[in-house]
């Protein structure tokens, strides 16, 4: 059973316009979550990530939301480019098993010019 | 920069072959991790280590091996390669600090076992 799910496998935007990426968990023990960008025959890289004692947080035109209670985070890309096509991987950990990541199932990302 | 390598980006095999798949970072990285990456299903870990000699099963250790001599070298192992493990897998390295620690990846290996 997957404990980190990204329930949408594609997501097409115009350029310009706002990308929202979402995923939902359901171990209450993950603390921390991390965003990862797959480029085809590239190794994911890491983009952003959040600590459970925030709800936001930001980064130039990615910003990452965080609703424990719902436990679900989404990643917003404002304003969207044709180069942040891409697979994104939600991933979610515990700070106590600081060294593990449990990774959604990942949304591929098109941004048409 | 931290660079993490893969031996082949793509292999073919046959089933019932041994494969080894071998990964090196050059960071003195403490962390190491074998992944496969397989549609709908995301990134599922195999086995890691955390220092030379050690390996921890991860979610799917079922017909692979692992094996870490040197700190920075880190090899997956299918004793006898069957079909369904036609998969790409991916290598990634991190920190051995407390907390969370980013992992970097290597480019991944595309396996196809006829």
């Known amino acids: 059973d997957q404990q980190v799910k990204q329930n949408s496998p594609s997501l097409s935007v115009q350029e310009g316009r706002i990308s929202i990426l979402n995923c939902d968990y359901t171990?209450?023990?993950?603390?921390?979550f991390l965003w990862y960008k797959k480029y085809p025959a590239e190794g994911p890289t890491f983009l952003i990530s959040i600590s459970s004692i925030k709800d936001k947080n930001e980064d130039g035109r990615f910003t990452v939301f965080l609703n424990k209670s719902a436990k679900h985070l989404s990643l917003h890309i404002v304003p969207s480019q044709p180069g942040d096509s891409a697979v994104y991987f939600c991933?979610?950990?515990?700070?106590?098993?600081?060294?593990?990541?449990?990774f959604g199932g990942g949304t591929r990302l098109m941004v048409k010019p | 920069d931290v660079k993490v390598t893969q031996s082949s980006r793509y292999l073919v095999k046959r089933t019932g072959e041994k494969v080894f798949l071998e990964c090196v970072q050059d960071?003195?990285?403490?962390?190491m991790f074998w992944y496969r990456q397989d549609p709908g299903l995301g990134l599922r870990l195999i086995y890691f280590s955390y220092d030379v000699k050690m390996k921890e099963k991860g979610d799917i250790p079922e017909g692979y091996s692992v094996s870490r001599e040197k700190k920075e070298r880190f090899s997956l192992i299918l004793e006898s390669a069957s079909t369904n493990q036609t998969s790409m897998y991916l290598c990634?390295?991190?920190?051995?600090?407390?907390?969370?620690?980013?992992?970097?990846f290597g480019p991944g290996t595309r396996l196809t076992v006829l």
């Open positions: 991933a979610a950990s515990r700070t106590d098993a600081g060294n593990m990541l449990t």
């Open positions: 171990n209450s023990m993950f603390d921390y």
């Open positions: 960071m003195d990285h403490e962390n």
């Open positions: 990634a390295s991190s920190l051995g600090a407390s907390g969370i620690n980013e992992q970097f």
